[in-house]
């Protein structure tokens, strides 16, 4: 069976650097493009890091290009008057660098990167990559989704196109950016609700499958025997990410979606018409999930469990394999 074809559209970020590795190392995906968007730090350093990330991994091919800065329409940077309702309810978050270090990658410290990114958009890249080989290439985002919705508003054929959409976001439980809300999602809302309005089903790992996946002292410490890989960015990202006990461990969220790719029995899917608040007060950003449907045809997948054990195989065994090319 031939690998698939995705473009991974992200925010590195801790998880994107182990959800980018995986992708890297299994052998039943094939990586043709990576672009970039601002979220988890700014545009500049997720950019940055996906370079590094790309040199350091050994894929210098494949082309990295950089989108949107922010929001579709929101201000990132507003901190409003919490007596201004209005404001309020356009409040997007500045980004998670208080998560993810000042730089995005955590305690690692990748090379600098050589090569530098393609030129261009990284909409434009999505839509005429997709435009040539229609049916033939998988779109997962990881990050906020602006880059996808303006994809889809200069061009509506790349839901076509695309042989799948996947994303890393939401809940139908609660946030972790707010209570209601997922970060990816409150990043940019109006562009969240352009892309799940947009005629496709959305495959949608979110926070519910995502916080099942935690890298607990028996994972960090096989990913610290894998040589240069384990030291220089494996445990300096998942350390860095949240504390480490026998029992508990940081969720290694964006993982989870690239892992369904590799092999989509892992996760448990259920239909549901997922709708994106864009107005609330305390709930812009959250996917309201609708799994009863009453008649209507879902416009979701959404993921509602994930087999751990099964899981962490495969990604330490992908990971056992970048380890071994890498060396050291």
């Not at 922010?70 to 940077?77: E, I, N």
């Not at 990043?187 to 969240?192: G, H, K, R, T």
């Not at 940081?250 to 259920?270: G, K, N």
């Not at 009863?292 to 056992?320: C, H, K, Q």
Request: aromatic content about 6%; proline content about 7%.
């Amino acid at each position: 069976m031939s690998a698939r074809k995705i473009i991974i559209d992200c925010d590195p970020g801790i998880d994107d650097a182990l959800a980018i590795t995986l992708a890297h190392g299994s052998p039943a995906l094939e990586i043709v493009g990576i672009t970039t968007v601002g979220g988890n730090v700014n545009l500049a350093y997720t950019t940055a890091n996906a370079l590094r990330l790309r040199e350091f991994l050994g894929f210098p091919e494949v082309p990295v290009t950089a989108g949107s800065a922010g929001p579709l329409l929101r201000d990132p940077w507003n901190e409003p008057d919490a007596r201004d309702t209005l404001a309020a309810r356009r409040r997007t978050p500045k980004d998670a660098a208080n998560v993810h270090g000042e730089f995005g990658l955590g305690g690692a410290r990748l090379p600098e990167a050589v090569l530098p990114p393609r030129d261009g958009h990284a909409a434009d890249f999505i839509i005429d990559t997709l435009r040539a080989a229609p049916g033939e290439i998988t779109l997962v985002a990881i990050g906020p989704l602006t880059n996808v919705a303006l994809a889809v508003l200069k061009e509506p054929r790349v839901v076509d196109w695309a042989r799948e959409f996947a994303i890393l976001g939401g809940s139908y439980t609660r946030g972790n950016y707010s209570p209601a809300a997922e970060f990816n999602i409150a990043a940019d809302p109006e562009s969240a609700a352009v892309v799940f309005g947009a005629g496709w089903t959305v495959t949608t790992i979110g926070l519910d499958v995502s916080r099942q996946a935690l890298a607990v002292g028996r994972i960090v410490d096989r990913m610290r025997a894998m040589g240069r890989l384990g030291t220089d960015l494996l445990v300096p990202c998942v350390e860095f990410y949240g504390m480490v006990t026998a029992d508990e461990g940081p969720a290694v969220h964006d993982a989870c979606a690239l892992a369904y790719l590799i092999d989509p029995s892992l996760v448990t899917l259920e239909p549901a018409v997922v709708q994106v608040e864009t107005a609330g007060r305390y709930t812009s950003g959250m996917t309201v999930t609708d799994f009863g449907l009453a008649g209507r045809a879902p416009n979701a997948m959404v993921g509602t469990s994930i087999d751990v054990p099964r899981f962490w195989d495969l990604v330490l065994t992908t990971y056992e394999n970048v380890a071994g090319r890498l060396g050291g």
